[in-house]
Every structure is written in structure tokens, then in C-alpha cells.
């Protein structure tokens, strides 16, 4: 009864779907299903004959099974089979454009095909898309032809090398993609004109023109490589990993880049020697890089002083980033402070006395420092090279290794004070003339100092004798005889002396 049933089921899908195979076949097929007895049916069968795919799997998906005896049925008489109910020899879709992509949607369908197809014929159908890999679980077949149509992608090299008894296999005019030369050897045991325009076979021109690519490719990869790593590294190693970088080294690339490439709009300051830029780095830090034009000694003993210059730590310092010293350029890197100097403050801020006695204190501090951490550390206290911080603290911001003398120190700090204290027409007189200028004032001092003090200070009787006692330390610092017999350490102590309810910040 079972099997009068089933092919009564057959009838019916060959009679309702023979004449077009609408897009409903995969409908009406998912509504079917299996009478109540077709589970006997099936295991009979295996009983019989062990080697039907379906019967190796458990559990047994009787759905999947009942659809596939109806589609092989009608396949079988699809493809002009001699006598379907004793064999299923061959697939022959051969032009049926319409039906082809039917079948091979029918995925039940080639998992349990049956043992005794050894052809399959799928040519000129205009399929498209990959390769049908669902046919390769008919591991049995002997033929397989897939020609005419518009496949490509990769042939699945290794899937195709279990089937084991495949001697025909014929993909030519596809489109599929060229085999690597390592999997070459697969297609050796088969007729070469079955490959005929199918894409999978190397083109001897286009492997030439590979050949002659990379001859020349790999060499200039090389070298690109090869000269970006040497512009990253020697050029702008600030586009290098943090951990990469020395960031106490620059290069004249990224100053230019700082600089816009050192304009005009850019500098800040010019001196003896030497010139100063405003720039901003890579990370958006903005510095104050100061290039010299007389090269500063050779390359190993500047490096050697930028070494010790950016181990300063002083709050009246102006810290130092780095340097740049090659051929071309010597050039150190400070952070950026502002263009105000202390010369500029002097003369158009009109500071009082109480805050040019802040900066002196300052400086002397920033000095005493140097002189004790780094005595072979000299600076530039001139006013026109000492900045004045937002906070109104003194920087001091150039320096000079090897300046170790203390008396020239101390002599020079004495003209700070007295050009602190003085009236700025009175240095104008002797500009040029600093010993004219020690003399003048000491020639005042100190009855008549109220001519060569600065009277916009507006001193008080108390600031004034405060300033008279500054004014005195000046000269005695200035004295180039006094001067060799102090210690920067005792001028400080001289200063506290003077005004100590300042001496707290």
C-alpha cells in the first residue's frame, strides 16, 4: 500500500508540475509529506540495500527523505532514464535553463543522491553564480559537465579531489577564477580542453607580465619601504609610536613644520647669533625654539650640553624640550612662555618697586640653583633675554654650558639690579657703555640717587631706602674687585635682607 501510494505522489507532481515547473514547486513540496507507514518502507529499504545514503543518517529525517524519492523520480524521468524503477544512471539537464537552478536548489535532494548516478550533465543552462558544490555529494559519479554556463569563483579544488572515480570533468566557457600553481596538479588528470576558456587556467602572457611586475615591483616596494622608514625615522619621527620616539631629539623637518617652514610671521626674536621662532609641534604643544647661526662647537659637544640642559628643574627656568643639531642647523627646543621680556615690561608696564624686587629674588634663586645642581650651567640675565611669566614669576630662558665662573655671574646680576632700579633715559645715555654706566651710578650713590632712579615706581620713604640698600647690592655686585670675593649664595642672603615679608612666594 505504501508504495502504490508513493507513486501515486509521484503522478501527481509529474502531471501538475511537467509543463513549466512554477516558482510554487518549493511550496507545494514543503506541504508534503510522508504517510504514516513510510517510515517501514524505508527501513525495508535499507534492509536491502545498506548502501542508500539515507541510511546512514540518525536519525532518519523522513521529510527530507519523502522529498527526495519524489524529486529523484521526476529527475529521473527528466533525464530520459531507460527505467527509472531499476536504475537512476545519469542526470541530463543539458539546455533546460528553466528547470536547472530548480533542481539544484533542492539541497535534500543531493544529499542523499542516489548510488547509481555516474553522470551529470548541466551544461548550457546560463547559470550563474559559484561553483553548484552540492552535486559533489554524489561522490560516486564519473562525468561531470558544467560547461556553457556564466559560473565563477574558485573551483573547490580540494571537494572535487574526493570524488575519486571523476575521469570527465568538463568546466570550460565559465568564468571561474585562475587556480594557484600549487593546485595545478589536480587538473593533470584530466583533458586539458575541458578547461577551454573556463578562467582557471594560468595565462602564460599574464603570468609574464606578473613575472616582469614583481621583478620590478618587489625592488621599488623595497625601496619605498625602505626610504618611508628613513623619513619616519631620521625626518619626521614624530609620526612614530610614542614608545618609538626620543622626544628630546628634533629634526629640521619637523621644525620647519613647527614654523611653517621658519617664516617670518613666525619669529619672535633676533640677537647676536642667533634667531627664535614661535612654533606649535604635532601633538599641539607650542614652543620657543631659538636656531643659532654660528653652529655653537661641533655636533658631539652640543649634543652633549642639550643633554644637561633638559635635566633643568627650576620654576624661574624655562624648560627645555630639546635639540636639533646636524649639519645645516644647531637648534634648542623650550617651551613657550610668551614674548614678554623683562626689558619690555620695564618700560612699558612701569612696574612697582615691590615686584622688580619679586623678579631680582627670582632670578637670584633661579641662579643659586644652577650654581649649586649645575655649576658649569652659565645663563643670560640680560633684561632684553629674561621673560616674565602670566604668573609675573622671572624665567630665565637662555643658557651656556662651560660658563663657569661665578664672579662674571655675580657681576652680571649686578647690572640686572641696577637696570631694574634705574631710570630707562638714564640707560639709554649709556647704552653701550656699562662701565660708564656702573660709574655714573656710583657716582650718585648715595645722596643724590634720586636722580637715576626710576621715579615711576613712586616710592614711598620706606621703599625708597629699600631701594637704596638694592642699589647698593647692585654696585658691590657690579664691582668686578667685590664681585671675585662673594658667593651667589651671599648675594641671596643680602637680598632676603631687604625686603623678607616678599621672599615667601
Known amino acids: 500500500m505504501a508504495s502504490i501510494l508513493i507513486t501515486c505522489l509521484l503522478l501527481m507532481f509529474i502531471a501538475y508540475f511537467e509543463p513549466t ?32 545514503r539515507y541510511c546512514g543518517s540518525s536519525p532518519m529525517d523522513l521529510d527530507a527523505i519523502f522529498k527526495f524519492t519524489i524529486v529523484a523520480s521526476h529527475l529521473c524521468n527528466e533525464s530520459k532514464n531507460p527505467n527509472c524503477v531499476e536504475s537512476f544512471p545519469k542526470i541530463d539537464l543539458r539546455n533546460r535553463p528553466k528547470i536547472t537552478p530548480l533542481y539544484l536548489s533542492f539541497t535534500f535532494f543531493w544529499k542523499y543522491c542516489p548510488i547509481t548516478i555516474l553522470s ?14 552540492d552535486v559533489l555529494f554524489c561522490t560516486q559519479i564519473h562525468v561531470l559537465d558544467l560547461s556553457h554556463n556564466g ?21 570550460s566557457y565559465n568564468h571561474f577564477s585562475e587556480i594557484k600553481i600549487s593546485d595545478s596538479w589536480f587538473f593533470r588528470r584530466f583533458n586539458s580542453s575541458c578547461f577551454f576558456n573556463s578562467g582557471i587556467l594560468p595565462s602564460h602572457g599574464r603570468y609574464k607580465i606578473k613575472a616582469v611586475m614583481l621583478l620590478l615591483g618587489f625592488p621599488l616596494v623595497v625601496v619605498f619601504t625602505v626610504g618611508g622608514l628613513w623619513w619616519l625615522c631620521f625626518r619626521r619621527p614624530d609620526f612614530l609610536p610614542r614608545v618609538l620616539q626620543n622626544e628630546r631629539k628634533f629634526t629640521t623637518v619637523m621644525l620647519k613644520a613647527a614654523t611653517n617652514g621658519f617664516s617670518k610671521k613666525n619669529m619672535v626674536g633676533k640677537g647676536d647669533g642667533f634667531v627664535m621662532y614661535r612654533g606649535i609641534l604635532r601633538d599641539g ?5 631659538e636656531i643659532y647661526s654660528n653652529n655653537r662647537g661641533n655636533h658631539r659637544e652640543y649634543v652633549e650640553e642639550c643633554k644637561v640642559l633638559v635635566q633643568l628643574r627650576h620654576r624661574n627656568l624655562v624648560k627645555v624640550y630639546g635639540w636639533c643639531s646636524n649639519r645645516n642647523i644647531r637648534a634648542l627646543v623650550t617651551e613657550w612662555i610668551g614674548r614678554v621680556s623683562i626689558e619690555t615690561w620695564l618700560s612699558e608696564s612701569a612696574p612697582c618697586w615691590k615686584h622688580r624686587y619679586k623678579v631680582l629674588v627670582g632670578v637670584l634663586k633661579a641662579m643659586c640653583y644652577l650654581q649649586e645642581q649645575w655649576p658649569e650651567i652659565g645663563c643670560d640675565i640680560k633684561t632684553s633675554s629674561l621673560l616674565l611669566h602670566e604668573n609675573g614669576d622671572p624665567l630665565i630662558a637662555r643658557f651656556r654650558v662651560g660658563e663657569n665662573s661665578s664672579s662674571n655671574k655675580i657681576h652680571r646680576f649686578g647690572i640686572l639690579v641696577l637696570e631694574m632700579m634705574t631710570d630707562q ?16 651710578v656710583k657716582m650718585l650713590y648715595p645722596r643724590k640717587l634720586q636722580k637715576v632712579i626710576d621715579e615711576r615706581m613712586k616710592l614711598t620713604e620706606n621703599t625708597f631706602d629699600e631701594t637704596r640698600q638694592t642699589i647698593c647690592i647692585g654696585l658691590t655686585c ?3 674687585q667685590t664681585c671675585q670675593q662673594l658667593s651667589i649664595g651671599q648675594i641671596y642672603n643680602m637680598i632676603i635682607k631687604v625686603h623678607p615679608r616678599t621672599n615667601t612666594y
Open 478 to 480: 657690579a664691582d668686578h
Open 285 to 289: 604643544t607650542q614652543v620657543r625654539i
Open 120 to 133: 551529470i550533465d548541466l551544461s548550457n543552462n546560463s547559470l550563474k553564480g559559484t561553483f553548484p558544490i
Open 151 to 171: 559560473l565563477s569563483g574558485d573551483v573547490p579544488i580540494q571537494r572535487l579531489s574526493c570524488v575519486t572515480n571523476l575521469t570527465i570533468l568538463n568546466i
Open 21 to 52: 515547473l512554477p516558482a510554487t514547486v518549493i511550496e507545494d513540496l514543503a506541504n508534503l509529506h510522508p504517510p504514516s507507514n513510510f517510515n517501514t518502507t524505508i527501513v525495508s529499504n535499507c534492509l536491502k540495500n545498506p548502501s542508500l
Open 425 to 440: 633715559t638714564l640707560q639709554e645715555e649709556f647704552k653701550g657703555d656699562e662701565t660708564g654706566f656702573v660709574e655714573y
